[in-house]
C-alpha cells in the first residue's frame, strides 16, 4: 500500500521512518516533508492545507492511507475533505478537532463529562475579562485565546498586572486574529505535566505509554516556551495504577462525550496532564501525536503501525489485541538553531550525521532540514530529534547526548537535561 503523510516535522519523520518498516507499506509519501523523510520516503512538495491538491496527489499515486500530523490541516477539515473524496485518512473531522481547535469548547465539554481540569470562565469580550480579573483576588490565573495560536495563545499570570497585559495582546490588540474573539481564564494549576495520549477509533481505545515533553528553552525548565525541547517516554510520573485511572477518568469519558456529542472522536487524543495534589487534571487535549512525544513513543512501538492506523479508520481497533513495546525507556533530544525560539538563520550545513546514526539504538529524526544541492542544512528553528534507548532511562539519555556530541554546526544548542525529571 502507498501511504501520505501530511506535515515535515519531527513527528513526520518518526511517522514515515516507522511506517516503512511495515511489510505492507510500499511507498511513503511526506508533504511537504524535510531532509530527514525524504531519506526514509519520497518528498512531495505540497502544502499540509492545499486539500484539492493532496486529494489529487492521493488518488493519482494510488494512496491507500493519508496520515495527518499537525493540528492545523485537522481543524481545517482534511479529513473531511479526503473522507468526501473516498480515501481513507487517519485523524478527527473538522468538528471533532474541535477539542484543540477552540479551548472553549474542550472546556465546556470536561466540564459536561466531569473530567478532571482547571475551574475557568468564559470571556466574549475584553471588558468582561479586565472587570472579572479586577475584581477578584490577586491570585495567579492563566489567560488562554480560544482558538489555535501556533503554541502562544497561552498566558500563565503570576499577578493581576499580567493577566491585564495578557487580555490586552489577545483580546484587544489581537495578536493572534480571531483565535482571541473568545478567552478562557482558568485557575492556575502546579505540578508536574505528563502526556497521556491515547489511539480511538471512537469505540475501542488504546492508551499509549506516558511521555514527557520540556517546554521552557533551558536547562531546569527555565527560558523562554518552545515547541519542546526533548521527551522521553514512558515517564515514571505516572505509575500503570495512575494510567489506569487516568484512563477510565479522563480519555474514556471524553471520547463517550464527544459521540453524545455528536462528533465521534477518530485518531489520536492527546491530554496535556497537570499531576496537581488533588490528582491528575487536564490542561489541554491535542488531536494529534505530540511532537516530540512521538519520537521516543514510536521508537519503543513493535506493532506495525501501519495495522493499528488502518484498524483506527476503519473502526476495527478492537481486532488489535495488545501494543508491543521494547521494555527500554528512550530520549528524544532537541537540536536547536542558535536564536530559537526567537529569530535565526537558516541554511548551515549539517555535519556527522552518519557518525550519529552509526551509533547503536539511535534514531536521528529530521525536523527543521532540507536538502540543498545534496547536503543536509538547517531550515527551521528545532533541526533534529536525536533519539535513542537504553537499559535505563539514564542509559537512554547517555547514547542520546553522545549521538547529540557527533552533530555540528554553527551555533547548534540543546538542553542538557532532558529526562533528568524521570531520574530525579
Ligand atoms: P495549553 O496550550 O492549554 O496546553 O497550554 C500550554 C501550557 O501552558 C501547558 O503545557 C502548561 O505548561 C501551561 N498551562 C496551561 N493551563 C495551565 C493551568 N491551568 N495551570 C498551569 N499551567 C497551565
Ligand atoms: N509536545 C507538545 C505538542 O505537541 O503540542
Request: net charge neutral.
Amino acid at each position: 500500500m502507498n501511504i501520505l503523510i501530511i506535515g515535515n516535522g519531527g513527528r513526520e519523520h518518526a511517522l514515515a521512518w516507522k511506517i516503512t518498516q511495515s511489510p505492507r507499506a510500499e511507498r511513503v509519501f511526506v508533504a511537504p516533508g524535510n531532509a530527514g523523510t525524504d531519506l526514509d520516503g519520497e518528498n512531495v512538495p505540497l502544502s499540509p492545507t492545499d486539500f484539492p491538491k493532496l486529494i489529487q496527489f492521493a488518488k493519482q499515486n494510488a494512496v491507500g492511507l493519508t496520515v495527518v500530523g499537525p493540528e492545523a490541516p485537522l481543524t481545517a477539515g482534511i479529513v473531511d475533505a479526503f473522507e468526501e473524496a473516498g480515501l481513507k485518512v487517519f485523524g478527527p473531522k473538522k468538528n471533532a478537532a474541535e477539542l484543540e481547535g477552540s479551548k472553549v469548547f474542550c472546556k465546556e465539554l470536561l466540564r459536561s463529562a466531569d473530567v478532571p481540569t482547571a475551574d475557568y470562565q468564559v470571556f466574549y469580550s475584553p471588558d468582561q475579562a479586565v472587570k472579572f480579573i479586577t475584581e477578584r483576588e490577586d491570585a495567579p490565573v492563566v489567560v488562554k485565546a480560544d482558538g489555535l495560536a501556533a503554541g502562544k495563545g497561552v498566558v500563565v499570570c503570576a499577578h493581576r498586572q499580567d493577566a491585564l497585559e495578557a487580555v490586552e495582546k489577545i483580546a484587544r490588540q489581537k495578536i493572534f486574529g480571531a483565535a482571541g474573539n473568545r478567552l478562557v481564564i482558568e485557575e492556575r494549576l502546579d505540578g508536574q505535566e505528563v502526556s497521556v495520549l491515547c489511539i480511538t477509533d471512537g469505540r475501542t481505545l488504546i492508551t499509549l505509554p506516558p511521555a514527557q515533553d520540556h517546554k521552557p528553552a533551558h536547562d531546569g525548565d527555565t527560558g523562554p516556551n518552545t515547541g519542546g525541547m526533548g521527551a522521553y517516554c514512558p515517564a515514571p510520573i505516572l505509575n500503570e495504577e495512575m494510567q489506569r485511572w487516568v484512563e477510565e477518568h479522563i480519555l474514556v469519558p471524553t471520547v463517550h462525550a464527544m459521540k453524545r456529542s455528536r462528533r465521534p472522536f477518530r485518531g489520536v487524543l492527546y491530554a496535556g496532564l497537570m499531576m496537581t495534589k488533588q490528582g491528575p487534571k487536564v490542561l489541554e487535549y491535542n488531536v494529534r501525536f505530540g511532537d516530540p512525544e512521538c519520537q521516543p513513543l514510536l521508537m519503543r512501538l513493535k506493532t506495525d503501525l501501519l495495522d493499528i492506523l488502518e484498524a483506527t479508520v476503519e473502526g476495527r481497533l478492537e481486532e488489535i489485541k495488545q501494543l508491543e513495546w521494547d521494555p527500554r525507556p528512550a530520549v528524544s533530544v532537541v537540536m536547536a538553531s542558535a536564536g530559537y525560539p526567537g529569530e535565526y538563520e537558516k541554511g548551515f550545513p549539517l555535519r556527522g550525521l552518519p557518525d550519529a546514526e552509526a551509533l547503536p539504538d539511535v534514531k536521528v529524526f529530521h525536523a527543521g532540514t532540507a536538502l540543498k544541492d545534496g547536503k543536509v542544512v538547517t531550515a527551521g528553528g528545532r533541526v533534529l530529534n536525536v533519539t535513542a534507548l537504553g537499559d535505563t532511562i539514564s542509559q537512554a539519555k547517555f547514547n542520546a547526548y553522545r549521538a547529540v556530541k557527533c552533530i555540528r554546526w554553527p551555533g547548534a544548542w540543546c538542553r542538557k537535561d532532558i529526562s533528568d525529571k524521570a531520574i530525579g
